[in-house]
């Protein structure tokens, strides 16, 4: 492959993002499934939706262009979901997951929120009008994912993995002393509740270190 101008670069890395967002087509659903926050898999499940939007947006460019919309293999993201599937895959507590996958979707927001980028100021060098459109939308789309996800972590998920870390700590302690091993976690309702706890609590409801191990030392 020769890239002789900007629009062979342009159509280049365009083959790239559409074959970044068919693999996120892919992995979004997989990681909806593995969210224990409510709020987290129906973000996923809703990304998806505006993905397959996005990729039927980008068609709608390679035709603008005269273009067949050929995909070309998108390491960069291969890589981003390996990483993110590697830890989906490990052994973790249900919150402490959940802000895993929000890490590595933040990751792909921004990578995405790169390439759009890009492609929308070289579309507009080039004078491609309802490309620059199109790939507009997208970049938005891009972006307010990643502020949703923002938004889940800091409301929730980042306060829960949080106390999950302490309450293992805590549990630990308190087994080791009492010979009282934490009750063990069952099924797939695991992966919703903590000990039947609901999981919306917020910083606000969580208790104290000090009466939470007093609470669990009796
Ligand atoms: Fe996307």
Redesign the pocket.
Known sequence: MTLNNLNDLFLHELKD?LD??HQ?VEALPKMADAAADPELALAFQE?LR??ER?VTRLESVFAALGEDPEPDTCEGMQGLIEEGTELMETDAEPSVRDAALIAAAQR??HY?IAA?GTLRVWAATLGLNEAVELLEE?LE??KA?DQKLTMIAEGNVNIEAETEASEAEDVEEVGTAASKPRPARTGSTSRRTTAGRPRTRTRATKPARGSRRKTRAR
């Open positions: 993002v970044a967002e996120l990304h505006h993905t996005q792909v927001e995405e759009y997208t789309e891009e994912a």
